[in-house]
Nanobody, 123 residues
């Protein structure tokens, strides 16, 4: 299971750190990622870690978002800086044990999902 936390109501320009704690899952050797879904929109990729731990980002967020993990705690993090109103969404973490590089940013490539945490940004 993946337990997501850290969302809330913040003001534009603030920072936020989301957490995704895994139980019964290990991150090692898997692709792990964050996605978000705003109301009325499709779920979109924001940040991920490849099997070797190297990060990859959506172009739209790479200057403000930072993904990291703590293997000892089986926890994935997403640091979001300089929040914008358009960042408001439900944020999900996901794991892909068998995904391939070319589809690493596609939601359907991920098998396990957290329940999501809502981020609301006031302007």
């Amino acid at each position: 299971q993946l337990q997501v936390s850290g969302g809330g109501l913040v003001q534009a320009g603030d920072s936020l750190r989301l957490s995704c704690a895994a139980s019964g899952q290990r991150f090692s050797g898997k692709i792990i990622a964050w996605f978000r879904q705003a109301p009325g929109k499709e779920r979109e990729f924001v940040a991920g870690l490849w099997r070797d731990g190297n990060p990859f980002y959506a172009d739209s967020v790479k200057d403000r978002f930072s993904i990291s993990r703590d293997n000892a705690r089986s926890t994935l993090y997403l640091q979001i800086n300089s929040l914008k109103p358009e960042d408001a969404a439900v944020y999900y973490c996901a794991i892909s044990p068998r995904g391939i590089y070319s589809t690493r940013k596609i939601a359907s490539s991920y098998d396990y999902w957290g329940q999501g945490t809502l981020v609301t940004v006031s302007s």
